[in-house]
């Protein structure tokens, strides 16, 4: 299973954009890119998930490069309230699979926003 | 209206006791898991359920024994607690595919 590294830690502050990026170099071809948000005391919080190029919602950006050996999550104008351990996972969605659901989380990247 | 709840929050107990910790998802999911989260934060699967079945199973000490009465609820049976198993647990539920999972509120558990 693909092993992801980002920084342990990143801050900022209020109104800025935040970008966060993590490796991933073993990625395999059928392994999606998934973030997670977690507060403290708090489980993880789904945010954005993709496979290539760039994906955005409401609340965050995902950007994908072609190799897809790392991936960049961007928070646009983040609030004080966006600070938590952001965790970026690779995994395998194909239906059936043994590896399926079967998310590896690493340490995760503290984001701290300061006013 | 919660999506995955867990009881107890807290759960204070002595070594060698045995406890279990209930999860229930209404989300209709099929899929059920449990993660443990250390003291450093590194959040680990354990073990997950696709309709009642046991699919994933990592390398966890047989002491730990998870139980799916039917496919709304995955609960965790501890035996024989031991300082090690302090932790924060997790219940999560999701499609089978898995592609978001939703977590619990995590159950705190402290073996003194």
């Known amino acids: 299973l693909a092993k992801t590294t980002q920084p342990i830690s990143m801050d900022s502050y209020e109104g800025q954009e935040v970008n966060i990026t993590c490796s991933h170099n073993n990625i395999a071809t059928n392994d999606y890119i998934t973030w997670y948000q977690q507060f403290p005391s708090q489980g993880p919080r789904f945010i954005i998930q993709?496979?290539?190029t760039k994906v955005t919602n409401e609340v965050a950006s995902l950007f994908i490069p072609a190799d897809r050996k790392s991936s960049t999550l961007s928070l646009p104008r983040v609030s004080l309230s966006d600070t938590a351990v952001y965790y970026c996972l690779v995994g395998d969605l194909r239906h059936g699979s043994s590896n399926t659901g079967k998310l590896i989380f690493g340490q995760g990247t503290t984001l701290q926003v300061k006013p | 209206d919660t999506a995955v709840s867990q009881t107890p929050k807290y759960l204070v107990t002595q070594m060698g006791n045995d406890k279990s910790i209930k999860c229930e998802q209404n989300?209709?999911?099929?899929?059920m898991y449990w993660y443990k989260q250390d003291s450093k934060k590194f959040l680990k699967i354990m073990f997950s359920y696709n309709n009642k079945e046991l699919i994933i199973n990592e390398t966890v000490p047989n002491r730990f024994s998870p139980k799916s009465p039917d496919k709304a609820h995955l609960n965790l049976h501890i035996n024989s607690l031991e300082l090690g198993d302090s932790a924060v647990y997790f219940c999560a539920s999701s499609l089978p595919t898995g592609e978001t999972q939703y977590f619990g509120p995590g159950t705190r558990l402290l073996v003194l």
């Open positions: 993709g496979y290539k």
């Open positions: 989300l209709g999911h099929d899929t």
